[in-house]
């Protein structure tokens, strides 16, 4: 991945002091851990790109057991509640320090739509040196979550995603997604978005309806 660029960020059109339109959902607060989060998150992620990689013998697989225990004694009585631990609440970094969603980075983000970048890592094989289908309805989800934040919209549920695989996604390659909301019709809004490689070959494309949260909804 080329450096980081500082994304373009239009916030003109959310209004986050509006939370009683926002369902029962609760109020996200962006987190500021120290710098060792990060980078701590990235290695978190090599160790996935090594668990469904590596061919090691049974003791260097025992070993590396043992070290993952040390590890988790050591996070365990930090456990946390929702929206208490940073993860997922880090705009500045890949996938919001979240290991659940793809490492991938805003460009540009505002009323007129969400533009991101990024690649997939061998954590995402599906198989043949192509992405697993299943990933790409994650990012796509991931990017209208943030469509309707962008564009001013109350939270919203995703009430179905369309996706049509275009070509073959690869591993390790620079990739964009980009996305708009087309159109609102009440508590609706429309969305949809495409995946390209740099040379602006479609890969996927996909479709959705996004509904506002009642007033009673989580």
Not at 60 to 86: S, T, V
Not at 184 to 197: E, H, Q, W, Y
Request: hydrophobic content about 40%.
């Amino acid at each position: 991945m080329s450096e980081r660029v500082e994304p373009v960020i239009d916030r003109s059109a959310i209004d986050t002091d509006r939370y009683e339109h926002h369902g029962g959902f609760p109020k996200v607060v962006e987190a500021e851990p120290g710098p060792n989060f990060g980078a701590f998150v990235e290695a978190m992620r090599t160790l996935q790109d090594l668990t469904v990689s590596v061919d090691c013998t049974d003791e260097e697989y025992g070993r590396a057991l043992a070290q993952a225990q040390q590890l988790i004694d050591l996070l365990e009585p930090h456990r946390a509640p929702e929206l208490q631990g940073p993860a997922g609440r880090v705009t500045a970094l890949p996938g919001r320090g979240s290991l659940l969603m793809p490492p991938w980075e805003v460009v540009a983000a505002g009323p007129g739509g969400v533009r991101m970048r990024g690649r997939f890592r061998r954590y995402h094989l599906g198989g043949n040196s192509a992405v697993h289908g299943g990933v790409l309805p994650l990012l796509f989800d991931d990017l209208f979550g943030s469509l309707v934040h962008y564009a001013g919209r109350p939270i919203s549920r995703t009430a179905y995603l369309h996706v049509n695989y275009r070509k073959v996604t690869p591993l390790d390659t620079p990739l964009l997604v980009e996305g708009t909301v087309d159109r609102t019709d009440g508590r609706k809004a429309f969305v949809s978005a495409r995946l390209t490689d740099e040379s602006e070959t479609l890969l996927a494309d996909c479709e959705g309806l996004m509904v506002q949260l009642l007033p009673w909804q989580p």
